[in-house]
């Protein structure tokens, strides 16, 4: 385990992943590979909040196609991977991790709204120090409408989101009628078709 204190933050946030499964390979440069090793160790790769969150896995450059749902509202010819995802099928996105390494910025695709942002500061070393364990990013850790569906039983498999069926950008309120169990990629592909209409 690292004494790093400040990637310990996000372990005393958020624990260890259970399941936890093997980290992704974001970053081509040796050094750059090193370091998230030392992070990964500390910080792991898999679920957290009882399935809530889904961080660093291997898979999940796969979800790089629900981006392509979503080139209206995204700066061409950027370099982009996702490295996170929360249950609604918000994506946490690392750009030009080739050329930037672990000081890659970091987006919010926010499927609900329509939008993503980049914010000052927001690298994987801060993604776990401080914009995650201090709740910084914009509804990416409001887990009360999937608490309330998995309190009545729901469950999600592994390639499922809590998907909103009215997004917020056409009037949808965030109401548990309003969510629906559905693949991530389906799930973007109908939300990224609707903001472009």
């Given amino acids: 385990m690292s004494t790093d204190p400040e990637i310990s933050i996000f372990t005393h946030h958020f624990g260890r992943p259970a399941p936890a499964v093997p980290p992704g390979d974001f970053f081509a440069d040796k050094f750059d590979k090193s370091l998230w090793r030392m992070m990964y160790d500390e910080v792991g790769a898999g679920w957290y909040r009882q399935g809530f969150l889904y961080l660093f896995g291997a898979e999940l450059p796969q979800l790089n196609l629900a981006l392509t749902a979503w080139a209206s509202i995204l700066t061409?010819?950027?370099e982009r991977t996702v490295i996170g995802r929360n249950a609604y099928g918000a994506l946490l996105v690392a750009e030009n991790t080739t050329e930037e390494g672990t000081d890659a910025p970091i987006g919010l695709l926010d499927p609900w709204q329509g939008t993503y942002a980049t914010y000052e500061g927001l690298d994987f070393a801060s993604l776990l120090s401080d914009w995650l364990p201090e709740d910084r990013l914009p509804g990416f850790l409001d887990q009360a409408v999937f608490d309330s569906f998995r309190a009545s039983g729901g469950q999600l498999n592994q390639n499922e989101v809590l998907a909103i069926q009215t997004?917020?950008?056409?009037?949808?309120?965030?109401?548990g009628a309003n969510f629906q169990?559905?693949?991530?990629?389906?799930?973007?592909?109908?939300?990224?078709?609707?903001?472009?209409?």
């Avoid at 997004?167 to 109401?175: A, D, H, M, N, S």
């Avoid at 693949?183 to 592909?189: N, T």
């Fill in 167 to 175: 997004p917020v950008f056409q009037g949808g309120e965030l109401t």
């Fill in 76 to 78: 061409p010819e950027v």
């Fill in 181 to 197: 169990p559905e693949d991530v990629l389906a799930f973007h592909q109908r939300l990224g078709a609707a903001r472009q209409a």
